[in-house]
């Protein structure tokens, strides 16, 4: 990753940290979740994981719904039901329209707004940058918005076949970043809730100025947002010295009492 791309969405205003979460299925470590039944979207871990790692943040931390937003990050969104639609036309099968609904990403943000209530501004993004960053920068930018005063990011990636791996070999191309190695049946979801800091918001994050280089990952990896996730609970574990977050982010927060909880990791 080059200092070009770090330096690219540097955040104007420190954001507030109310809540923040990660899981993973599919990838074969113990931590994985069991994939959550989500009613109306088959066949695929997009929809569900995206909705579980929301509801959680949503549910640890009610508010209005109208003063919400939320963006979801996935470079290649639901390639599994995209895929399934695919062969079943290609073969001669009749078109299924729930996989046509459900392959698009912003169904699932439908389906969260319903269920919480959320009527704000509500977003899906697709970036071959570090989604972290992306996320970040749309989160300050709609905070900017004095009817606002949470947003929730939101970061899927699954696991694919030959045809997936093929489209990550022509983005990479002469660029020196990996391939994702992912299980065909891997998902991975993390979702941060934010805020402007303040008493309800203990751990703050803002950009840093920073020379450090950040481990070249493949194109729209959301392992980066697990990273967030962890520093976030290990802060809250911990308090002290200030925890920076490639690219160029550090969180910092007081001493707070210690909780017992286990660290996410992305499998990848």
Known sequence: MTSETMNKAVLRSPLGILTATAATHGTGHADDIALPRLPGFVESAFSPLAFEVARRCLTERAGDGSRTAVVLASLMGDTTTADLASRRVVSGRVHNPLLFMQATANSVLGHTSREFGITGQMFSLSTLDDPVTELLAMADLLLEDPELDRVLVVGVELGGGERLAAAYRDLVADGGRPVPDL???????????????????????RAEASSLIAEARHPGSVEGLFDLVSAHRRLL????????????FVLTTHALPERNETEPHAHQ
């Open 183 to 205: 299980p065909e049946s891997a998902a991975l979801g993390a979702a941060v809730l934010l805020g402007r800091p303040g008493a309800e918001t203990p751990v703050t994050i």
């Open 237 to 248: 574990d911990e308090g002290g010295e200030p925890i920076p977050v490639p690219p160029a």
